[in-house]
């Protein structure tokens, strides 16, 4: 006659079943959890650099290809607009390192502060970026859609600059689709951005960062960092390449 021997209960692995809510079942400790969780956001980042690294990669070629053609097309943006998104930008990288900073402590009213703070600088980001692409759309800047800068007679100086260096209009097309392609795909991100700020208003109002659930905080402001560092990049880049200068571009030549 067969015995049945009893099962033991299952035990729970060191680690696990310890009554820490915010511990994921799939690791053993908080810091362990912490570690992966900060590992798979520098990844994901380096996956960021490269994508972007191309588009910089096709800059720095066609840069040191055709220079006048770039210094041209740089010439014609508003650096005044560039240069305010820079400082919008540095400002929003402050207040996002003060949520992060408060998220730590705990403190949701500044979270909520700071990440609300955050979430509109980044929209002026966004309502100054649209202003500019709007005036560059007038004046015929913007390839595919509106090319016509160089058709205008006033800009006959521009053209024949050009030609005396053995260049035309198209590569200085060249450089706006360059442009748009950069700061295209950074305005992505920072609509991305601030999706993802919102939700962690929205988030921090329902006090969901309170009991050392401060790291989701933390990877946002990673991402947001690192939207705003390429844009410190982009700036000199693609609107000093023409030489400084405060104001529109004089019509006609420099």
């Not at 992966?36 to 290809?65: D, K």
């Not at 709007?134 to 058709?151: M, Q, R």
């Not at 609509?191 to 929205?202: N, R, T, Y």
């Amino acid at each position: 006659m067969a015995t049945h021997t009893p099962v033991a209960p299952h035990k729970p692995e060191a680690g696990h079943g310890h009554g820490h809510s915010l511990l994921h079942h799939h690791f053993d400790t908080m810091a362990q959890q912490r570690e992966c969780n900060s590992l798979a956001m520098w990844l994901f980042l380096v996956t960021e650099v490269m994508m972007f690294g191309g588009l910089f990669f096709a800059y720095a070629l066609y840069r040191w290809q055709y220079p006048y053609a770039f210094h041209e097309g740089g010439f014609l943006l508003d650096h005044r607009l560039g240069f305010l998104n820079t400082l919008v930008l540095l400002v929003s990288s402050l207040t996002m390192a003060y949520a992060v900073h408060y998220a730590a402590e705990g403190n949701t009213r500044k979270i909520l502060t700071f990440l609300s703070v955050t979430w509109l600088l980044g929209l002026t980001f966004l309502v100054v970026k649209a202003f500019e692409w709007t005036h560059d759309y007038h004046i015929g800047l913007i390839p595919a859609v509106n090319w016509s800068f160089f058709d205008n007679p006033a800009h006959h100086a521009r053209v024949e600059g050009l030609a005396s260096h053995g260049l035309g209009p198209e590569h200085v097309l060249l450089y706006f689709v360059i442009y748009f392609s950069m700061t295209g795909l950074h305005a992505i991100h920072m609509v991305v951005g601030l999706i993802l700020v919102g939700w962690f208003i929205f988030l921090a109002s329902r006090r969901h960062f309170e009991r050392g659930n401060d790291q989701p905080v933390e990877i946002l402001g990673l991402y947001w960092h690192f939207v705003d560092i390429v844009w410190v990049f982009l700036f000199p880049l693609l609107y000093l390449v023409g030489g400084f200068h405060w104001g529109p571009p004089s019509i006609g030549g420099h």
